[in-house]
């Protein structure tokens, strides 16, 4: 099944303690991203990738960290989260070319930081 | 100026009516637009993309893209109750490396 896996769905954690979100994807797609969405603050992107070693920033960088070694993943990571970062993330993937460019999301993860 | 721009809502219809939603963009370079459902706590998904100038219709739903206009719109026929849900506007500009733009998205709740 074509999915996109973000692990864990829930995390609980404290101010300060450095941690990593799991995305991975079997699609081959070329593209990947991150979004954190907070209530009435829509969908924001914090960074993307458009290829292996090739990242940019989105919308809201600050605080976090991504890499992609691999093409079919994209972890995110917090090096010292802080509650500003309590939100509900997800991940996505597409491909660069074709009729299908839209994003494929996976289920989300939601943070507390407390 | 918000780049994909949507009404937020809430939009409320009766059911069997007809929902309509709409989305503006400013990037004139954008060549593919999308619809997401988005139902509370749960991931969006994809429903409907459109590349052209026109309508495209799949089903209960019909996506309208008016590029001179930067006008994109999503019609919903004969509305379900389990089509409450809030649905987001993307817009890719596939240029200069840019990455697709989402609205803020609009509410609609279907009423019984």
């Given amino acids: 099944e074509a999915q996109v896996t973000q692990n864990p769905r829930y995390l609980i954690t404290v ?10 994807q079997n699609m081959n797609h070329e593209y990947m991203s991150w979004y954190r969405q907070d209530p009435g603050l829509g969908l924001r992107q914090i960074y993307y990738s458009m290829n292996v070693e090739v990242t940019d920033k989105g919308d809201v960088p600050e605080g976090y960290k991504v890499s992609r070694k691999e093409k079919r993943n994209f972890p995110l990571i917090l090096e010292s989260p802080s509650p500003n970062q309590t939100s509900l993330y997800f991940c996505a993937s597409r491909a660069w070319t074709g009729a299908e460019g839209g994003y494929t999301f996976g289920s989300g993860t939601r943070l507390t930081v407390v | ?43 969006p998904e994809l429903i409907m993309s459109i590349y052209s100038n026109g309508d495209k219709e799949d ?6 893209l008016n590029k001179a206009s930067q006008y994109v719109s999503l019609l919903i026929r004969d509305s379900q109750p389990s089509d409450s849900a809030t649905y987001l506007c993307a817009a890719d500009p596939r240029a200069n ?5 989402f609205g803020a998205g609009t509410r609609l709740t279907v009423k019984p």
């Fill in chain 1, 15 to 24: 101010t300060g303690k450095k941690l990593t979100v799991t995305c991975s």
């Fill in chain 2, 59 to 64: 089903g209960r739903f019909t996506a309208q």
């Fill in chain 2, 97 to 101: 490396n840019n990455d697709m733009r």
């Fill in chain 2, 1 to 43: 100026q918000k780049e994909v721009e949507q009404n937020s809502g809430p939009l409320s219809v009766p059911e069997g009516a007809i929902a309509s939603l709409n989305c503006t963009y400013s990037d004139r370079g954008s060549q593919s637009f999308f619809w997401y459902r988005q139902y509370s706590g749960k991931s």
